[in-house]
């Protein structure tokens, strides 16, 4: 079984991470989508609406699993047992924080991480984007699965 | 049938390939490690001795075959049933001339491409430091498979 | 009539934006300069200040207005009746950023960006550096108009 | 009069950077498609199969002019009267390169260079790519205006 | 006396920080590694912490001094009769970062910024890394010195 | 005997190189500038009009050495007894070419390279500007020692 872990904060999961998603699916049996809790984090979307949206996106795919968790995402993979990290990369910036992360990974917990260049035309969203536009009530959905 | 074309001048062919090819290969049934001859280019290592150097490196691996072509990286794909390719991705600079390649042989050949991320120990290995040091005397043995 | 926005938290307004907008001067009718307030953000300097700040460096120039706004950046230009929006870029991660945001106003409010590359003397001066020297008391008055 | 020159190699023109100068276009009163004729650089497109197909892709635009120079760029803005340069950027590494030259044409003719952000469903298009194909018998002509 | 000053949060110190001032030592008489104190900053590990994993990490080696201090590094140099700035840096954003802030500080302070590039098999290690490892009580021991 | 070795093709020496040199110079007791002979590259300056160059910006300095070598910059070290390699730093990209470069050369001949970010007002002067000026009858003196 190769089974990968699609991990983030995920507030909200946008039509980006959806694409990512998509394009992993053929190479794995299993990809298990997670939210990771982090207490110290003010998020705009709750637990709930941000699992809502993904389980929506996905609509019970039999290859996904939507779950959350707290701790570390090294530690989550193993308990899981996903073998594989999923990251999508944006551009330099996001690059050179996941290759740290991913050196970080591979060193504590032996996994590996595969990274997905996002698609031309998704490339400029992101969560941030989607936080700002539902704050001053734009239109958000646009950049929602 | 999951196969994956590893395709590069590989002038030649470092132990920084070779890393990147061992974490590709349990998602793949096949990898293809395939060397792309273009004529305007002057190489420093013959065709022959950058093929001896890859099949050596792999020694006779069942799930990989060491291959030479000519023309489009996508067209290949097509001819040899490879419906992804991976890079490797030491820095920022590598990674915007991937993305960029990336995004256009999704859009000309609908591929699918794979980074991974140069471990820490030989995100400096590069084929134009081999040929550096091969050119000057240097130890250039050192960053050979 | 060619309306450009140069909208920014503006905290404070350096001799880096002062000197972007005398170079835009030259191709718009009008360039409002417009703070955007974030009640979520701390800022600094009062919105009266950054207010005040901006207008002693223009001086009641008659191209130039100074106001300042809430919500979507692209619904103000809408309301003002700017087509343009100026940006300042230091570096590439100002790039990277400034790069995203512009095409998500593109997409959302089809409005085009303008990018001025910083003087090469200006080039290190930021809000933060200002914000900085103010805070330990160091002479931030030499980065302001 | 405002006018600005969008100067290159333009081996070939493509369809993004046809998509700066109709995004430039609004701003001035003439834009002058200059193709910098430099002997040392072997180039793939004849300077007259070059100029024919900038010439084609805007079809005797009254606003827009097709030449070609050789020396600097910035004593041919001078001659032509051209006060500003337009430039696209498409990734942080044009960025880099473009932004030396801009505060070169400033330091040393005065010269104001603006940037356009390459259109997200573009970014990924360059004469490179172009010629790449084109060497290769691929289908080019998808990225010619 | 040439003296040199290493100054940051550390909170905590790695042994990427205690790469950079082992390098460095060579070329001074004397290096002063000081923590700057800023209220604002919520760190994890305390003033105290931080100096002990920093004294600890040199045991009393005659050319290094552990200190903190408040206000504005260059003001602290100009203190402790400091002419240099030694800085490591990981990657393209790091070095981006302190481009400004070495820029900054030979303006006001006329201070020489030194910069080391961080060892290739610590790359990856960073405070923040540290911080979250302590935070989900992963292995963060493995990163101190 | 501290000694530091500034190497590089210098075709020509800049007063951006010259910048580095004058403020590495407080660090050791002797700086040696050696130009890197190379015959595969085609230079624009020859090299005794660019060791004349070096020679004329110190003006026999008592701490400054002007030399020409072949072979590896790292060899070179080891003959010269420099123990450390002085680099200027422009922007991201040198800085992602430098940092492999020091990797290699501190993992092949245990050799130090301390790294200097160039001024602010010289940040876009290189030799290539240099001899696009120099190829073009424009002003180039302006950018030399």
Redesign the interface.
């Known amino acids: 079984m190769?089974n990968a872990l699609f991990a983030g904060t995920f507030d909200p999961f946008t039509i980006g991470h959806q694409d990512i998603v998509n394009?992993a699916l053929?190479?794995f049996d299993k990809i298990i989508i997670a939210i990771g809790v982090n207490d110290e984090k003010k998020n705009v979307f709750s637990l709930e609406e941000r699992l809502e949206i993904v389980k929506q996106a996905f609509n019970n795919h039999p290859n996904i699993k939507v779950d959350s968790y707290t701790?570390?995402t090294?530690?989550f993979c193993k308990k899981i047992n996903a073998?594989?990290l999923i990251r999508g990369?944006?551009?330099?910036?996001d690059?050179?924080?996941?290759?740290?992360?991913?050196?970080?990974n591979?060193?504590?917990f032996d996994l590996?991480?595969?990274?997905?260049?996002t698609?031309?035309?998704?490339?400029?969203?992101?969560s941030s984007?989607v936080k700002?536009?539902y704050k001053?009530?734009?239109?958000y959905l646009?950049y929602l699965p």
Chains 1, 2, 3, 4, 5, 6 share one sequence.
């Open positions: 190769k394009r053929p190479l701790g570390l090294g530690e073998q594989f990369v944006r551009n330099t910036i690059f050179q924080y996941e290759s740290d992360l991913a050196q970080a591979k060193e504590l590996e991480t595969l990274f997905f260049i698609s031309t035309t998704l490339s400029h969203v992101s984007l700002e536009l001053n009530k734009g239109n646009k």
